[in-house]
Antibody, heavy 116, light 112 residues
Framework: QVQLVQSGAEVKKPGTSVKVACKASGGTFSRSSINWVRQTPGQGLEWMGVIIPTYATPTYARAFQDRVTITADESTTTAYMELSGLTSTDTAVYYC?????????WGQGTSVTVSS | DIVMTQTPLSSPVTLGQPASISCRSSQSLVHSDGTTYLSWLHQRPGQPPRLLIYRISRRLSGVPDRFSGSGAGTDFTLKISRVEPEDVGVYYCMQSLQFPFTFGPGTKVDIK
């Protein structure tokens, strides 16, 4: 049974970066894709990007491609999402989710607050 | 990008009664391999989304059979045959035919 456990909540200043970790356990990590989705307060879900750890080449949503970096470390079965140039509009809960036919396993979410 | 819309955006329901949510995509979600990449997720307050149904109508293991999905092409429906208290929350449809994956705005289901 695959589980995804994310790193803890972050509070950041505007203009800085945040890096969120997503550790997979209990299943195949390398060949499934890990997606990153964010949810802003009171809003819906927004896909940010994806990586297949074996291939290590991410695909990003246009809205984030200049600011987001998604990586994966097969040796530790951990995926990372780094978002730079933070503004208050990046205050959100960030989720990682495994994709096999659909997003069938989700991390618990990481709250990121951007405030001066 | 494929735009996903849902109706209604809010649905007060009576326990034990059926509920239905519609989802429409701005273009067909049928892949060249014949698979339709439309899924439904449920999110309770303070929790991550949870996959209920994928490929229009396939229930994830452990999802109660009161949930069913139907539709084709660009029009899809999620039905709950008899609403239970744990079914409250927000339901999202999602397309994974092409990047960027996109979600509907969500339908909030609560008890009358």
């Amino acid at each position: 049974q695959v589980q995804l456990v994310q790193s803890g909540a972050e509070v950041k200043k505007p203009g800085t970066s945040v890096k969120v970790a997503c550790k997979a356990s209990g299943g195949t990590f390398s060949r499934s894709s890990i997606n990153w989705v964010r949810q802003t307060p009171g809003q819906g879900l927004e896909w940010m990007g994806v990586i297949i750890p074996t291939y290590a080449t991410p695909t990003y949503a246009r809205a984030f491609q200049d600011r987001v970096t998604i990586t994966a470390d097969e040796s530790t079965t951990t995926a990372y999402m780094e978002l730079s140039g933070l503004t208050s509009t990046d205050t959100a809960v960030y989720y990682c989710a495994r994709y096999l036919d659909a997003m069938d396993v989700w991390g618990q979410g990481t709250s990121v607050t951007v405030s001066s | 990008d494929i735009v996903m819309t849902q109706t209604p955006l809010s649905s007060p329901v009576t326990l034990g009664q059926p509920a239905s949510i519609s989802c429409r995509s701005s273009q067909s979600l049928v892949h060249s391999d014949g698979t339709t990449y439309l899924s439904w997720l449920h999110q309770r307050p303070g929790q991550p989304p949870r996959l209920l149904i994928y490929r229009i109508s396939r229930r994830l293991s452990g999802v109660p059979d009161r949930f069913s999905g139907s539709g084709a092409g660009t029009d899809f429906t999620l039905k709950i045959s008899r609403v239970e208290p744990e079914d409250v929350g927000v339901y999202y449809c999602m397309q994974s035919l092409q990047f960027p994956f996109t979600f509907g705005p969500g339908t909030k289901v609560d008890i009358k």
